[in-house]
């Protein structure tokens, strides 16, 4: 397994549309291993494939605090088959817009079919957090961040923000 570098705001990468997974096999597997080591190292609960510079139908949440045991969850090709009508209100944060965060709100539960890391079909009916982070990694999935679920201003600025602080990074320029 390997940490990946992640993939930061305002990289166009993060605005694609990520491509079914075709075929689940040692290499895919590997792929959720070293996503999943990049997010624990991060650290975070949730990463999308797009989020490595890999367009690829596929994420790992794990929800488990520090202390407890850790509960790695891989889903390929996630969809979403239903959502509540009720909504929940999250802070989220994003490993691709690091130290940003911003209440978002969502259908407080949602029904995902999905390949698990064997390749098998399987569902999930999550709420709660499970639910929100499901719902935010499958927008990344689709080129959709959570800064587009707050209003128009508060996006502007976060996203002038990054332009901003990724126009300093850029080599040979000196910064003082």
């Known amino acids: 397994m390997s ?3 992640l993939i930061i705001l305002p990289d166009p990468i993060l605005r ?3 491509k079914p997974v075709e075929r689940v096999d040692d290499a895919l597997r590997k792929l959720a291993d070293d ?3 990049t997010m624990y190292d991060a650290p975070g609960i949730g990463l999308a494939a797009i989020q490595i510079g890999e367009p690829l139908r596929m994420l790992v949440i794990d ?4 202390d407890e045991t850790p509960a ?10 239903e959502s509540a009508d009720q909504r929940s209100v999250y802070e989220e944060g994003c490993l691709s817009i690091p130290d940003y965060y911003a209440e978002v709100e ?8 999905y390949l698990d890391r064997d390749g098998k079909l399987a569902e999930i009916e999550a709420e709660g957090l499970m639910a929100t ?12 961040l959570f800064i587009d679920h707050i209003s128009k201003l508060k996006r502007d600025m976060v ?4 332009k901003k602080l990724a126009k300093d990074k850029v080599p040979g320029k000196l910064v003082g």
Do not use: T
């Open 3 to 5: 940490i990946k570098p």
């Open 16 to 18: 694609q549309l990520s």
């Open 35 to 37: 996503m999943l080591e």
């Open 63 to 66: 929800l488990a605090k520090e």
């Open 72 to 81: 790695p969850h891989v889903f390929i090709n996630p969809e979403v088959l």
């Open 106 to 113: 969502r259908p407080a539960a949602v029904r995902v079919k």
């Open 133 to 144: 982070c499901l719902q935010h990694e499958i927008d990344h999935l689709n080129g959709v």
């Open 159 to 162: 996203v002038k923000k990054f």
